[in-house]
């Protein structure tokens, strides 16, 4: 079992800057990480990937260019840089990992991202 605990969420204004933090514990092993977000009466949607080896790294169209994802194996955590942030940017952000070609097996509780305009 992997357990996923997500932190840095908070209220910014447009134009600001978050950094969101994801620590996994447990059977880490070799995973994929990922960033999902959920706002208010929409589905989930991809954010952003890492790999395994953090050497590559996916983005959702909507995040490219002000969103970056990183992470520190030696701490077995993933970061979300999040810069330029904007009003559509609010949103619970969850963290995810899984095997790669499995998909997300493991899911974090969820930071709220409120951005005001």
């Known amino acids: 079992q992997v357990q996923l605990v997500e932190s840095g969420g908070g209220l910014v204004q447009a134009g600001g800057s978050l950094r969101l933090s994801c620590a996994a514990s447990?059977?880490?092993?070799?995973?994929?990480m990922g960033w999902f977000r959920q706002a208010p009466g929409k589905e989930r949607e991809f954010v952003a990937q890492?790999?395994?080896?953090?050497?590559?790294?996916y983005y959702a169209d909507s995040v490219k260019g002000r969103f970056t994802i990183s992470s520190d194996n030696g701490k077995n955590t993933v970061y979300l840089q999040m810069n330029s942030l904007k009003p559509e940017d609010t949103a619970v952000y969850y963290c995810?990992?899984?095997?790669?070609?499995?998909?997300?097996?493991?899911w974090g509780q969820g930071t709220q991202v409120t951005v005001s305009s």
């Open positions: 890492i790999s395994e080896s953090g050497s590559n790294t």
């Open positions: 995810a990992a899984g095997v790669s070609g499995t998909g997300y097996k493991y």
């Open positions: 447990g059977r880490t092993g070799r995973l994929i």
